[in-house]
């Protein structure tokens, strides 16, 4: 029993003495600890590992940005792929050659609308389609895309040695259907503007091309005022004049003109959408051409200067494409408005100080473009459009003789008759180069015979109260005879051969009218004031018409003209103009 008892304070005894270790060690973890340097990493737990599902695609990892190029670039090459060298690439701003491999690089411009090249001369030039044959050297600039190429096709015999350039002044179809007269009475009928431009115009210039030795090299070269929105807009206007334009065989080019834009963005673009940059050059033979806008509106009511005028940076573009121009080329200058006579100027526009031209100015940039075109061996032209009257005209400036060929209109004054105001036939001229040589220009009237280069009146003849001897202060009764021979200058020589002998024609070179002319226009047009027409439009130059006053009222006489390039011209003063409505002022006569 004894026993018993021991055993059991023993138990207790052990169990006390684990209560108080226990009780020591719980005490101890609660005891505030000393600050240590530790550290800790914090766990978090992981994601269970997925098997890929078969079903699931991958997410392409991000591409990194690609920072947007300062420039746009691209490669010329012919068709069999050769790189073209030294070719002319500009975005209306800056101009460069490609290099060896036929590439360029040019700054972005947000302005810039256009990338293109200077045709050369020893290439094809490019056009819109097979029955639409206007130039397309271009591509338009288009946002996100930097690389622009261009594929060449070669001359099979190299640049051409000859050529011919038709130009064309002023078709400006209106959406209009203006009163015409195409019968010798005075029912008029309506015929739309396209539709004469297409069926008279154009169908004269393809018999001039057919009539050309075959394999002649024929262009073209519109002068601007392509279309005038006389009538109401019209979006589908200007491509349908550019198709009508390119329905022949000539590769045409086209200037912009006033009314093809009209201080207008919308009639701009539209001229863009269709014929590309306003600013551009190309090469056939030895010419280099260059085209360019002219035509700068100020003003709420946009009134445009006139002589034209060149922006600072058009100037700055023209120094850059005319110093990669190779020094031994003819330059010839293509826009719309004159720059040698105008009589709206800018402010910095210099007056012409000529006494018979009183009122008018040569452009403000006029003495700079001199300089430029003076530094090309093969000399330079001057071709513009613009003022519904045919004129070469010239002027002495900074100590250099100058001549500016100023295209009569096709369109005559606006499609209601088949003259200008000047008296010259609606028609087109006709150029051939050779090298660098101008070796021959001729006008073509429309459906006119090419030797018939003048129209002969009697100065006393009322022309519908309108007469040569009272407007140029000529003898009355005297039997004087005009000669209004429609491309001549200072160069040509006009005689009248009276019982066979010569003598010299006086020429009329003055601001005025032409009595013939302003007489029909004041009875039919409607499209433009009498004003415009008449001698108080102080714009209209005269110096194509010469006078005779014969010696003898019974003599035979005929008129001889012979242009510079050796070709001569006759008329018989039987076939004088006495109706003041002769039938090619008022219709056409049936071939």
Known sequence: ?????????????????????????????????????????????????????????????????????????????????????????????????????????????????FVYYTVPA?????????????????????????????????????AETSYKMIVIGDPQVTNAFNPYFNTADDNHVEISDV????????????????????????????????????????????????????SSEMRLFSVIGNHDQDGNPEYLHKWEENWGPTDY???????????????????????????????????????????????????????????????????????????????????SRLSALLSMLLEFKGGYELFCGHTHFAINHEINHDGHHIIEHCHAAACGNIWQSNINICGTPNGYYVYTFKNTRLTSCYYKGTFWDVQKQMTLFCADTDFNGESYAADWNLPHKRGIIIANVFNADSRWRITAEEDGVEYPMQRINSRGQDAFATGYHRKYAMATSYHFISKQNSYLIMNHLYYYEPKN???????????????????????????????????????
């Open 553 to 591: 009222a019974d003599s035979e006489i005929r008129i001889i003209a012979r242009d510079p390039y050796g070709h001569t011209f006759t008329e018989s003063a039987e076939e004088i103009t006495v109706e003041p409505f002769h039938n090619y002022a008022h219709y056409y006569k049936e071939e």
């Open 1 to 113: 029993m004894r026993n018993r008892y021991m055993f059991a304070a023993i138990l207790t005894a052990i169990c006390c003495i684990a209560a108080i270790v226990y009780a020591l060690h719980i005490w101890q973890d609660k005891k505030p600890q000393p600050k240590q340097n530790v550290v800790r990493r914090i766990m978090t737990p992981r994601k269970p590992i997925q098997k890929p599902n078969a079903t699931q695609k991958k997410k392409p990892k991000a591409k990194p940005k690609v920072p947007e190029q300062p420039f746009i670039s691209g490669t010329i090459t012919d068709t069999e792929g050769n790189p073209m060298t030294d070719v002319c690439v500009s975005n209306g701003i800056v101009c460069m050659l490609t290099d060896s491999l036929g590439k360029y690089q040019l700054p972005k411009d947000s302005t810039a609308r």
């Open 281 to 363: 050059s190309f090469d056939r033979g030895n010419e280099h051409y260059v085209c360019f806008n002219n035509v700068h509106f100020y003003g709420k009511y946009p009134s445009y200067y006139s002589p034209g005028e060149l922006s600072d940076r058009q100037m700055e573009w023209l120094r850059q494409d005319l110093s990669l121009t190779p020094k031994s080329k003819k330059v010839i200058l293509c826009y719309h408005i004159p720059l040698t006579f105008g009589n709206n100027p800018f402010h910095k526009a210099q007056p012409l100080n000529i006494a018979s031209e009183k009122g008018h100015y040569s452009s």
């Open 122 to 158: 020893d290439c094809e030039v490019a056009v819109h389609s097979a029955k639409d044959r206007t130039a397309h050297f271009y591509q338009p600039i288009v946002k996100g895309k930097t690389k622009y190429d261009f594929t060449l096709k070669k001359l099979p015999g190299g």
């Open 195 to 246: 539709e004469r431009f297409a069926t008279e115009t154009m169908v004269d210039i393809r018999r001039t091309i057919r009539s050309l030795p075959q394999g002649t090299p024929v262009y073209g070269l519109s002068m601007g005022d392509d279309v005038q929105y006389y009538g109401g807009y019209n979006p589908l206007l200007e491509r349908q004049i550019r198709e009508v334009l390119g």
